[in-house]
């Protein structure tokens, strides 16, 4: 099964800030790469698939890059929306799926 | 609208069994993959089956492999997941949701139903 590492696990940042989430996988994935964001008590809302194609209504200061085992999370000016918890998700390899272990972005 | 609406989920005793529904409107049900993923309480996201859009196709992961079925009702717009021998770790929100390809990714969620298996 493929692995999928995230990191960091948490981080505190400012409104205004740039942040970066990575994950990488444990073998090579393509571009078979999603993230999605989850705030508390609600379903998860896809934000990034097939490493760097933004969602339809997801604001541009999301982004993301990578391929192969190395993908990246990035957001461009931290909103205040935007804190929450960020999952990345592999959907490479006969359909068995497995998801990061998820970045909590909280206020510094 | 996409619409998805899980129900089913309750308190269960080890050893249980439990079905969960979910009710899918706002799209053509029959011609997409749907998936069961699910979050145990204070943690992070957890795959748990997939199915093809007419039922021929199912993959499910190493720990529900042999207790869990997925399944599909495409007349009724209604996706299923049969949970057997519940443990005490399958504690969670189960999570319905749409699969929307190219690059699989999941583009919509229904809002979660709570199973606890307790004694």
């Known amino acids: ?108 | 609208e996409v619409q998805l609406v899980e129900s089913g989920g309750d308190l269960v005793q080890p050893g249980g069994s439990l079905r969960l529904s979910c009710a899918a409107s706002g799209f053509s049900f029959s011609n997409y993959w749907m998936t069961w993923v699910r979050q145990a309480p204070g943690k992070g996201l957890e795959w748990v089956a997939n199915i093809k859009g007419d039922g021929s196709e199912e993959y499910y992961a190493d720990s529900v492999k042999g207790r869990f079925a997925i399944s599909r009702d495409n007349a009724k717009k209604s996706l299923f997941l049969q949970m057997n021998s519940l443990r005490a770790d399958d504690t969670a929100v189960y999570y319905c949701a749409k699969i929307q390809y190219p690059q699989p990714h999941i583009d919509y969620w229904g809002q979660g139903t709570l199973v606890t298996v307790s004694s």
């Open chain 1, 1 to 108: 099964d493929i692995q999928m590492t995230q990191y960091p696990s948490s981080l505190s940042a400012s409104v205004g800030d740039r942040v970066t989430i990575t994950c990488r996988a444990s073998q090579s994935i393509s571009i078979h790469l999603n993230w999605y964001q989850q705030k508390p008590g609600k379903a998860p809302k896809l934000l990034i698939y097939g490493a760097s194609s933004l969602q339809s209504g997801v604001p541009s200061r999301f982004s993301g890059s990578g391929s192969g085992t190395d993908f990246t999370l990035t957001i461009s000016s931290l909103q205040p929306e935007d804190f929450a918890t960020y999952y990345c998700h592999q959907s490479f390899g006969a359909l068995t799926w497995t998801f990061g272990q998820g970045t909590k972005v909280e206020s510094k």
